[in-house]
Structures are given as C-alpha cells and as structure tokens.
C-alpha cells in the first residue's frame, strides 16, 4: 500500500521577523548593525571593556556613512552621541535624502 503525501512544508518556514528602526534615519530593515558611541579603540584606551560601551542600531546605510564622514577621534569626542550626530549638517542632509529610498535599494556612500 502506497503512503500518503503529507501537505508538510518541513523544515518549518522560519516566521517572518518583525522590522527594525534605524536609530539615525528612522527607516523600517531588517537588519541593524551595531554602532558604538564611543569607538571600541577609543574606549580601550579609556579603561572600558567592550561590552560596556554604549551602542545603538543603525541601517548598512546610516552606519557606512557615518564611519565614512567622521573620524575615530570625532566619534570619540564631540559626536559621541546620537543627538550630536543628528545635530551635525551633513548628517542631517544624508538622513533627509535616505529616508526617500527604499530598503531595497542599494545605497553607494561616498
């Protein structure tokens, strides 16, 4: 006697994960990198263990631009948090420019 197909769509489908909020430009992804406030060199030198430092989720976009824009020591100093990144002109332009491009779309970052 012949088995009977299950109607199994086995191994499970993995359920849909819910979207992410960059924390610069605001825009919906499914993914975040993690952005350390202060850079992990920066906080070594200052005695603090990786783990310690502050972070916050930034789309592939939003964080490339910004290591691309802004140097270590920069990062370290005056823009060391997400309101002084937010504050900085050219920052501003970026996240008013990005925020009209779709998740799909590759962004290049000069």
């Known amino acids: 006697m012949a088995r009977r197909q299950s109607q199994s769509t ?3 489908p993995a359920p849909q994960a819910e979207p992410l909020t960059c924390a610069l430009c605001q825009r919906e ?3 975040l990198t993690q952005h350390h406030l202060m850079p992990v060199l920066q906080g ?3 005695g603090l263990k990786v783990q ?6 930034f789309c592939s976009a939003c964080h490339e631009y910004v290591h691309s824009t802004f140097s270590n020591a ?3 100093g005056p823009y060391g948090s997400l309101e002084a990144l937010s504050e900085h002109e050219g920052v501003a332009r970026f996240v008013k420019w990005v ?3 779709p998740m799909s779309k590759a962004v ?3």
């Open 108 to 110: 290049k970052v000069k």
């Open 29 to 31: 992804t499914p993914v």
């Open 99 to 101: 925020r009209k491009q």
């Open 44 to 46: 070594r030198r200052k």
């Open 52 to 57: 310690d430092l502050p972070t916050v989720g």
């Open 10 to 12: 086995w191994p499970d």
């Open 74 to 76: 920069e990062l370290a």
